[in-house]
């Protein structure tokens, strides 16, 4: 899928791992579940699969370092 298309899943994905972790913080106190993701699309400026993930692993890591619980373009 396109960017734009696979930005839209991985929100959904993440909101609904929050939502979980919401519900089930009633039954575990402290319990906080989150996720972080990178995502890329695949294009010829990438030449193989490793230099994809790796685009991806380091929007991941924004995602991270910009407040964690978000999703990043690479």
Not at 47 to 71: F, H, I, M, Q, T
């Amino acid at each position: 899928t396109g960017l734009d298309r696979a930005m839209i899943y991985a929100e959904r994905i993440r909101k609904e791992i929050k939502r979980l972790g919401t519900l089930l913080s009633d039954r575990f106190p402290g319990l906080s579940l989150t996720v972080s993701a990178g995502v890329c699309q695949y294009t010829k400026d990438f030449p193989n699969r490793d230099s994809l993930v790796s685009a991806a692993d380091k929007a991941l890591y924004r995602a991270k370092e910009s407040g964690r619980n978000r999703v990043v373009a690479g």
